[in-house]
């Protein structure tokens, strides 16, 4: 079946300007993680989304990153007033359900996102 | 809380040799833990996973993995190496909600014709 898809695959932006970031998970998955990976680094947590659960927001780095997720399906990650430092490969995950580790993660492709 | 620590950023192989990626780990109770590998301009696919069954994991593609508690470590092995193992490769610990994994930096494998 189809995996985890993630739109754009690339992103290039201007310094100050708002990117939305798009993940479609896998169908029937209720939890959705989204990482971000920093060039040559490991991946970070930013958020986790289970069902209609209270998300998990913990990772966001600043009040600039917010994320929406309706239901068990398309998630977006929303970075307001882009800063260079933003610049990495957003990771979208998804399981069927968290909290048990029998339940593997399920990564997309990534955005790439530049910041110039 | 709980980490992981790669204890090698790059390792370098002959095609047909064998690999060996290091990893140990940190954790206050009995963790769940994975190796994923992760191709160029893809997202990570997952290798194989301990979660307190077997100490010895074989996962996907002839790669296996030790738990040793005692060491504090996971390290992944495969016999013979292929030119499509060439790759980064992350060693991940789960966290106490367990959908928190914790990510080592990674380490890059190349494979020598």
């Known amino acids: 079946g189809a995996g985890v898809s993630q739109s754009p695959s690339n992103k290039v932006t201007e310094k100050g300007k708002d990117v939305e970031l798009r993940c479609d998970p896998i169908s029937g998955h209720t939890a959705l993680y989204w990482y971000r990976q920093r060039l040559g680094q490991g991946l970070e947590f930013l958020i986790y989304f289970q069902g209609n659960s209270a998300p998990d927001k913990s990772g966001l780095p600043s009040d600039r990153f917010s994320a929406e997720r309706t239901g068990e399906s398309v998630s977006t990650l929303t970075i307001q007033r882009t800063q260079q430092e933003d610049s990495a490969v957003y990771l979208c995950?998804?399981?069927?359900?968290?909290?048990?580790?029998?339940?593997?993660?399920?990564f997309g492709d990534g955005t790439r996102l530049s910041i110039l | 809380a709980q980490s992981v620590t790669q204890l090698d950023s790059h390792v370098s192989v002959s095609e047909g040799t064998p690999v060996l990626l290091r990893c140990n780990y940190s954790s206050s109770y009995s963790p769940s833990l994975f190796w994923y590998v992760q191709h160029p301009n893809k997202g990570l696919q997952l290798l194989l996973k301990y979660t307190s069954a077997a100490t010895l994991v074989k996962g996907i593609n002839g790669f296996e993995a030790e738990f040793k508690k005692s060491e504090t470590s996971f390290h992944l092995t495969k016999p013979s190496a292929h030119m499509s193992d060439a790759a980064e490769y992350f060693c991940v610990v789960s966290g106490s909600n367990d959908y928190k994994l914790s990510f080592g930096a990674g380490t890059t494998v190349t494979v020598r014709a």
């Open positions: 995950a998804s399981s069927f359900r968290a909290g048990s580790s029998n339940q593997p993660q399920h």
